[in-house]
């Protein structure tokens, strides 16, 4: 299969029975503003680029939503059990965007989508969800032609201050992306001038 485009990438996905299994999965929460996001998405593209017959096993399935009126750590892990007797199989995670700022040590995100586009890299800022009548949407807020042509890059947010470019770097070295995906191009940041949080 080609992938070009956004809409390339939707296709893939619904061919794909597991992964449509855990949108369904994830949509029986209801949860507000929810999406299935980062290697969940990332890592399928990368093996179907490189021609993988097998998954590359992923840590977890990380779920996001977005709820300001409940940001209480033990909701998510109440949700997580309920995935899990939904699909054990399944690694979940789940967060709510709605606090993680706080975590992160940054300021509030707007939305799941913005917290999205606060990811490390490009090819990870990348959420599946599904609309009322049941299609697949895909969120991309730093576009698809990075991790379409299996480029590793920090996302705009990430290059802004020496603290975030440690930390992409940091996880460029620990994930080793490029010792599973050998296609991958990985992109270093060179220096930051230092700007106030």
Known sequence: MKLQTAQDIIQL???????????????????????????????????TLHGFNERTPMPDVDVIYFDAAIIDENVEKQLEQKLRRINPQVPWSVKN????????????????VDAISK???????????LDKQNNVILAAPCGVQDVL?????????????????????????????KSIWDMVTVHHIEHIEQTAE
């Open 119 to 129: 990811f490390p890299e490009t090819a990870t800022a990348l959420g599946l969800t």
């Open 149 to 177: 042509n299996a480029v590793l890059k920090p996302t705009p947010y990430f290059e802004q201050t020496e603290a975030r470019a440690a930390i992409y770097e940091d996880r460029v070295v620990k994930k080793n992306w």
């Open 97 to 112: 965007e709605a606090r993680m700022h706080v975590v992160n040590n940054i300021p509030p995100y707007a939305s799941s």
């Open 13 to 47: 996905v619904l061919a794909d029975e597991w992964m449509v299994e855990i949108l369904h999965n994830a949509n029986s929460l209801n949860l507000p503003d929810w999406w299935v996001c980062a290697g969940f998405v990332r890592s399928k593209i990368w093996d």
